[in-house]
């Protein structure tokens, strides 16, 4: 598979998914840092590890279970969580809305 090529209308689209307004130089900044990174991650690919021995982290199962029993431990009050907060409401914290109405969050069922 062609790794991504990382030019200005990929990084812009990436931005928008992320709901980042990014300058001309941020973006371009951006897209080289992308390119630096998929070409290590290429060239990482290209090591011969054919002689490399496996570990026993390959196989998890072969590992006893670190199990613990469940214990009920008593948490924070509401009010208790909710003293710190700057801001509250009946429901709990209130934050800033962060996901304007036609982005891609709201496709998603973000609100």
């Known amino acids: 598979m062609q790794p991504p090529a ?32 998929v070409a290590y991650v290429e060239e990482l690919g290209a090591v011969d590890t054919s002689e490399v021995p496996g570990d026993d982290t390959r196989d998890v199962t072969s590992v006893a279970p670190a199990w613990r029993p469940d214990v009920l431990d008593p948490g924070l009050t509401r009010e ?32």
């Open 80 to 111: 208790e969580a909710l003293g710190g907060a700057a801001r509250t409401t009946e429901a709990g914290f209130a934050v800033p809305g962060f996901v304007s109405a036609g982005s891609a969050g709201t496709a998603r069922g973000v609100r």
């Open 6 to 37: 990382f030019d200005r209308a990929t990084v812009d689209h990436l931005a928008a998914l992320a709901a980042l307004s990014l300058s001309d130089r941020e973006a371009e900044s951006l897209a080289r840092d992308l390119r630096a990174i």
